[in-house]
């Protein structure tokens, strides 16, 4: 967005992108309830815009709008899909009714199971879903890690859930 020396945009779309910034900002703080939000997604718009330069300059008032947008859809998706500590506490409070050794077993079983799964996938679905599921990263950052869209994080993640939850309706045979 700037140019060597650092002091000046570049080009039409940075110069449109940084005097629009103050603006789109309060919007997806407005839209996210917060500040620290608004400031990565205000990022990832510029990313896009930058990557989609051509498309971007035939209008880039109405393709800033609606990159915004997609965005906060976006983190909207992934919050959701995520358990907060008050449902992981539900969850382990729920009372079990087979007794605690068997219990255990069971745990133990599909958790192999489950690593198993996660072992199998193909490496790079892999990595994504570790780094989102298991360490809570956003999607966007997985991307730009991987050169992938954040579409593909989320269809990776699908799929290695949806591989992950057959496993577990047909575990691994012991062995």
């Known amino acids: ?93 729920v009372p079990a009714d087979l007794p605690e050794p068997e219990r255990a077993v069971i745990a133990r079983d599909e958790l192999r199971t489950v690593l198993a799964a996660i072992a199998e996938l193909p490496e790079r679905r892999r990595a994504v879903f570790i780094a989102a599921r298991l360490r809570g990263e956003r999607y966007s950052i997985i991307a730009a890690r991987h050169g992938i869209t954040t579409r593909t994080v989320e269809n990776d993640v699908r799929r290695a859930l949806d591989h992950c939850a057959a496993r577990l309706q047909h575990p691994l045979p012991r062995g």
């Open 1 to 93: 967005m700037r140019n060597d020396d650092d002091t000046a945009p570049t080009g039409p779309l940075a110069r449109f992108f940084v005097e629009q910034l103050p603006r789109l900002r309060r919007r997806l703080a407005r839209r996210t309830g917060s500040i620290e939000m608004a400031e990565d997604l205000a990022h990832d718009a510029w990313l896009r815009l930058e990557r989609n330069a051509a498309a971007a300059l035939q209008a880039p008032g109405p393709y800033l709008h609606r990159t915004a947008e997609n965005l906060v859809i976006d983190e909207a998706r992934r919050r959701s899909r995520r358990l907060g500590t008050v449902e992981i506490a539900d969850i382990m409070s």
